[in-house]
C-alpha cells in the first residue's frame, strides 16, 4: 500500500531557504507523476511543482526560479527545494502521487507547514 510522508517544513524568515521531503513507501514509485501543492490560509489548495517518472518538471509561475522539484527513484523520495522564500509561500505542503493515468485515486501526504515570517 503507498503512503506518503512529508517533512522538512518550519518557519523561516524572508529570503531563507528550507527544502521539503517526501518519502513513498509502496511499490513502483518511479512509474507515477509525483508534485507538491500547497495550501494557504483562506485559499484553494494549488499545484507548486510537479515531476513526471522521466523527470519532466513543472512549476507554477508563482514559484518558477525559486523552487526546485527533484526525485530519487533509488530511494522513494521527492524533494522541494525552496529558495527566496516569501511571506506569500506561507501554507501547508502536501506531497501527491498521481494515478490518474491507472484510474486510480490520488494519494496524499498528511502535509507539513512552512510559515514564512520576519
Known amino acids: 500500500q503507498l503512503q506518503l510522508v512529508e517533512s522538512g517544513g518550519g518557519l523561516v524568515q524572508p529570503g531563507g531557504s528550507l527544502r521539503l521531503t517526501c518519502t513513498v513507501s509502496?511499490?513502483?514509485?518511479?512509474?507515477?507523476?509525483m508534485g507538491w501543492y500547497r495550501r494557504a490560509p483562506g485559499k484553494q489548495r494549488e499545484m507548486v511543482a510537479t515531476?513526471?517518472?522521466?523527470?519532466?518538471?513543472t512549476y507554477a509561475d508563482s514559484v518558477r526560479g525559486r523552487f526546485t522539484i527533484s526525485r530519487d527513484n533509488a530511494k522513494n523520495m521527492v524533494y522541494l527545494q525552496m529558495n527566496d522564500l516569501k511571506p506569500a509561500d506561507t501554507a501547508v505542503y502536501y506531497c501527491?502521487?498521481?494515478?490518474?493515468?491507472?484510474?486510480?485515486?490520488?494519494?496524499w501526504g498528511q502535509g507539513t507547514q512552512v510559515t514564512v515570517s520576519s
Open positions: 501527491n502521487l498521481d494515478r490518474a493515468a491507472w484510474g486510480q485515486p490520488d494519494i
Open positions: 509502496g511499490d513502483y514509485f518511479s512509474i507515477y507523476t
Open positions: 515531476i513526471l517518472s522521466g523527470h519532466h518538471t
